[in-house]
């Protein structure tokens, strides 16, 4: 049992593995899982939690954090719990993670183990930084982006939102990005990103 004073129950979105993986990133930080909402019906429990198919009025003002890896179900996800009157949950930050000076971090996010934001970062709502990512200084993050693991992010980058990083990705400094842009694993980008769609390579380029 969780007393007034203990961790902050909250609710994850979603029971694939990520959301799996984020239970035990929240867990080791300042919350405690108390549930999952998993609307496709396929799990009924997971690690000894309930697991509810729907969106429940139960649920009304309950904390939640949308933990699914796709930036746009991630916002759609995030819509459906706001509408059912669930309220954002403040960020999940691992203990492990190194966060500099002056770097913000807005709501619904999550920070995964061994990350590192150096000075002066702005990451936005809704982001998603997995295990081992590196963002440099003076680096600006839209809304609801994913950072996938080992991803390397130098300095004074701008991503727009909606933006997909794949594992092992790196952006060169001083790089712009626009929104709803995937940057493939591994690939190298070395100059600015005008228009959205898949980018793939070293150095990427537009796939599709």
Not at 50 to 75: I, N
Request: hydrophobic content about 40%.
């Amino acid at each position: 049992m969780h007393t007034r004073n203990g961790p902050q129950d909250i609710t994850l979105v979603g029971a694939g593995g990520f959301a799996r993986e984020a239970c035990n990133w929240a867990e080791a930080s300042t919350f405690y899982v108390s549930k999952f909402i998993d609307e496709t019906g396929k799990n009924k429990e997971i690690f000894g939690k309930k697991v509810y198919p729907s969106f429940l009025r139960s649920l009304k003002k309950e904390l939640f954090f949308a933990a699914v890896g796709d930036p746009k179900l991630r916002v759609q996800l995030t819509s459906r719990a706001l509408d059912h009157g669930l309220q954002a949950a403040p960020c999940i930050i691992h203990p492990t993670v190194v966060l500099g000076h002056d770097v913000v971090v807005c709501p619904n996010s999550i920070i995964c183990p061994n990350a590192i934001l150096t000075t002066n970062v702005y990451l936005g709502p809704g982001a998603l930084v997995n295990i081992g990512v590196t963002i440099g200084h003076d680096v600006k993050v839209g809304s609801f982006v994913t950072f996938s693991p080992g991803a390397n992010i130098s300095g004074n980058v701008t991503i727009g939102d909606l933006c997909y990083i794949g594992t092992n990705a790196a952006i060169r400094e001083g790089v712009k990005i626009c929104d709803n842009v995937v940057i493939g694993m591994g690939s190298v980008v070395i100059k600015d990103i005008t228009e959205p769609g898949v980018y793939v390579g070293c150095p990427a380029r537009k796939m599709m």
